[in-house]
């Protein structure tokens, strides 16, 4: 037999040292890919995040543009047949003109509503500060 009893310790020593340094280097490598899988994480929910809040931002700018459309319309309609009324009776046309306010005064409501709810949805889909 070569090896003697005082070469079994310092045999034993380096292997200890060997499966030291292995570890060490298995824990570095497992930090290091653990850090790039958080950031990899953090870009996909940013990216995700920008998305949905320039969507939320053109939907409600569309809708936006759709309820006053709408509402040209409807002026448009109200105004030609108040022209109507102009032919007849005086108290006709002042019925018409009270509803034509009430439907102005719902229909500003209603896009004040509608503007609440965009900057509502807006701040609840902005990024946390840190």
Known sequence: MSTTMNDMPETAAAA???ASRIAAQAARTGTESAKA??????????????LGR??????????EGALKAAFDAQ???IDAGLGLFDLGVKGNREAVQQFSSLVKQTQKATM???QTAVKAAAK????AKR
């Open 37 to 50: 899988s958080i950031e990899a994480a953090r870009s996909y929910v940013g990216e995700t995040s920008t």
């Open 16 to 18: 200890v040292t060997e």
């Open 54 to 63: 320039d969507l939320l931002a053109t939907w409600s700018a569309q809708s």
């Open 124 to 127: 609840v889909t902005e990024p």
């Open 112 to 114: 004040d509503s509608w």
């Open 75 to 77: 002026n448009a309609a």
